[in-house]
């Protein structure tokens, strides 16, 4: 049975409310004591909209060490976080040569605040230390990474997502610098939570049935959701073993790492204010970490971010064609030239 | 009153209630259908079509699949067409391209590869897809390749560029629900056939349950660039009743892989 | 210079975004071989995960071939209230990037701009910037 409520939650959360309800720094206050949840006509909270993680683009993963268990910041420390964002700005706009870097046009921006980290739990921020065992896997995994993330034998070598198959539930969730688009969808005993990268939609029963069968495992997991009050709690098992769970899909110095089957997220989607929903992810596998974490982040709805675009990723793959051509194209050069040298 | 002009009045009074009834106001001969609280049509569910149509559109005898190495598995059996009039009116040099798909069509199919499947074709696939409808914007879910568009139920909305799914704005006429898909980027088939478009596609659905646990479906398509004229296809969406019955992940990305890429695997061995 | 400053530009993204590349740049495009091409639009691709600029290029005999540009996730640019027809054929483009390791007339876009040295896709979500024109 795979419903377990552990205090974990409701503390991390009401943690997770203060932290995240700070005001960012030039924005003007987002939630309105008169705001009320709305409801749907079939009596369940209505979370329904398009919600982007675009805000918390500058927020890390992981909390600098040298904060500890604060998980807030001071006014100076967000204040030098927008300056050095304004510097990313002025980066793109070009050095004044005439040389313009692609990424002008191209990036989101977060939005400077207080939360000192997207993990708030453990309280120091920072994902717990990976058991013996997965220390051991990952270690691998990064080592053949390494070796073969320049000139891949085959697409085996490269991520779910340079493959174009997934971010995983979490890593479809954390801030990027673009294509942060969510969306909630909501039917009479379902809720659905779309992702823009890559095109999934998670269908969410909330009538009590059990998960499928153990013999069903997927790249997305298995999802069941029921209300507490006005919170939506979604339960997911049934994963793959081949997922990795953290920022985006385990590459450059992605936190996180590859979980096992073994895998049990549990989400909480509170809506408290009409352009904010806080959301929290607590990932739990004890064959990959010593302890579960959790992260937390408000997900705020943005004027112009009001329709997923499609992101039709494994269509349009030109780099999994190029690393594979390119590396076989090397090393027949190399060859080649080996072959002049030993004549 | 004579008993005559009673039974005549009683008669006629039949008649009338009986030829009042108009059957577009969904009146009590119609048969009951779920409705939503704003009492329109209640889509929610998981439906899937039984047609042969996505094996190929047209009437056609069983035949030889692409690979005998899966004998039967990969035939195609006999299929009653969902083409209204029978026939798909290509164009004539579209009708060549067809017969190339067809010759083609074991590694040019975007099924194949695992690509978005489009519209019309999403709808009848071998795999359910679910309705999720609410009083806003509607979702439809497809199991395959983990598919999926937004049903714009307000203000139409325009795309700045094609996709594969295109973009769907949707309105209510009486009972059915009329989708119009533009902004299509004309790369999906429309079977395994190798029927085809263009980016000039433009389709127009149209989803009336006629009860509870049936939906005619019907797709006008229209493309001056392939096609001599628009054409309709027609087929039954089937209410998945079973109990539990859910939606599973069909990511198809790492079944295609070897077919898209294989040639650059790197060769080991002397 | 350009080398230089592009190297500049990977390396002062990467420490203000981290993985702000889904992928390894290194395994399909050439770090050695930086290019400078100018010439007219052919086409854009506005697909994912990155869209593509065609172009026409007069190469050094004279002869015009065609290239493909690699750029960003077009997403963005829908959001921001640009379309596919925001680019159009014969707009004469200059591209600063790197070659592909498989030979193909290909590069990524590192910079994209107009002769005046003005980017494409001017505007952004920063408020500081000016909005679309398109």
């Known amino acids: 049975m795979r419903y377990r409520h552990s205090l974990i939650g409701p503390i991390v959360f009401a943690a997770t409310v203060i932290t995240v309800s700070a005001q960012p720094v030039a924005k003007t206050a987002t939630a309105s004591k008169a705001w009320k949840q709305p409801m749907t006509s079939w009596g369940d909270p209505d979370l329904q909209g398009v919600w982007p993680s675009t805000s918390m683009l500058q927020t890390p993963m992981e909390r600098d060490p040298k904060l500890g268990t604060r998980a807030a910041l001071t006014d100076e420390e967000v204040a030098q976080k927008a300056a050095r964002d304004k510097q990313f700005h002025q980066l793109e706009t070009g050095n004044g040569k005439g040389f313009v870097p692609l990424a002008a046009g191209w990036f989101d921006y977060g939005q400077a605040n207080r939360q000192a980290s997207l993990v708030v739990d453990p309280p120091d921020g920072r994902i717990p230390t990976l058991t013996a065992e997965a220390q051991a896997r990952e270690a691998a995994r990064k080592k053949h990474w390494n070796e073969k993330k320049d000139s891949p034998d085959t697409w085996m070598d490269l991520t779910t ?134 992260i937390a982040m408000p997900l705020r709805r943005e004027a112009d971010y009001d329709y997923i675009y499609e992101y039709a990723c494994h269509e349009g793959n030109i780099f999994m064609h190029d690393a594979l051509a390119g590396a076989r194209a090397e090393e027949k050069k190399a060859a080649a030239a080996a072959q002049k040298g030993a004549n | 009153m004579s008993a005559h002009l009673l039974r005549t009045l009683s008669s006629s009074f039949l008649i009338i209630l009986c030829l009042g009834h108009n059957p577009a106001s969904g009146q009590a001969a119609a048969p009951k259908i779920p409705r939503m609280a704003d009492r329109k049509p209640d889509l929610n569910g998981i439906w899937e079509s039984l047609s042969t149509a996505n094996w190929d559109l047209q009437d056609h005898s069983a035949y030889a699949g692409p690979m005998w190495e899966m004998g039967a598995i990969a035939a195609v059996p006999a299929g009653q067409g969902i083409v209204e009039g029978g026939l798909i009116p290509y164009l004539p040099a579209s009708a060549e391209k067809r017969k190339q798909n067809f010759a083609n069509r074991r590694s040019a199919d975007p099924e194949a590869k695992c690509y978005l499947p489009g519209i019309p074709r999403a709808a009848y696939l071998p795999y359910p897809f679910q309705i999720v409808q609410s009083n806003k914007d509607m979702l439809f879910i497809y199991q395959y390749a983990t598919a999926s568009r937004q049903v714009n139920m307000g203000k139409p909305r325009e795309v700045g560029a094609d996709s594969w799914m295109g973009m769907s704005n949707g ?100 | 210079m350009t080398k230089k400053l592009a190297g500049f530009f990977l390396c002062g993204v990467c420490l203000l975004t981290p993985a702000w590349a889904h992928h390894s740049f290194t395994a399909q495009f050439d770090a050695k071989k930086p290019i400078t091409l100018k010439g007219t639009v052919t086409d854009m691709e506005w697909i994912n995960p990155h869209a593509w600029i065609h172009m026409d290029v007069k190469g050094d005999d004279g002869k015009v071939a065609n290239w493909m540009v690699e750029t960003g996730s077009p997403n963005i640019l829908l959001r921001r209230g640009f379309t596919k027809k925001s680019l159009e054929p014969g707009t004469e483009i200059v591209v600063q990037g790197y070659m592909a390791k498989d030979g193909e007339n290909k590069i990524n876009g590192g910079s994209v701009t107009f002769p005046d040295g003005k980017r494409l896709f001017l505007g952004g979500s920063n408020p500081d910037q000016p909005t679309p024109t398109q």
């Open chain 1, 161 to 294: 997502w340079d493959r174009c198959i997934t971010l995983g539930p979490v890593g479809s969730v954390m801030p990027f610098a673009y294509n942060n688009g969510q969306q909630i969808v909501q039917g009479p005993g379902y809720v659905v939570f779309r992702n823009e990268m890559i095109h999934e939609a998670r269908v969410i029963p909330l009538d009590g049935r059990p998960h499928a069968s153990p013999e069903i495992r997927s790249w997305m997991g298995d999802s069941r959701g029921h209300w507490e009050g006005k919170t939506l709690v979604v339960d997911t098992t049934n994963f793959n073993g081949q997922v990795f769970i953290g920022s985006q899909g385990g590459g450059f110095g992605d936190s996180g790492a590859v979980a096992t089957d073994q895998l049990h997220l549990v989400e909480r989607f509170t809506r408290v204010a009409d352009n904010v929903i806080n959301y929290q992810v607590t990932i739990e596998d004890p064959q990959t970490w010593t302890k579960p974490w959790t």
């Open chain 2, 171 to 270: 309105h209510w006429e009486g009972d059915t629900l009329v989708v119009d898909v533009t902004g299509l980027n004309g790369k999906a088939w429309l079977d395994r056939a190798g029927d085809f478009s263009s980016d000039g596609l433009h389709v127009v659905e149209r989803y009336t349950l006629t009860d509870q646990d049936h939906v005619a479906y019907e797709a006008t398509l229209e493309d001056p660039k392939i096609f001599a004229r628009p054409w309709k296809i027609h087929l039954t969406l089937y209410r998945r009743v079973e109990k539990g019955f859910q939606l599973l992940e069909f990511k198809c990305i790492p079944f295609a892989e070897e077919l898209l890429y294989g040639e650059f695997r790197k060769k080991t061995g002397k």
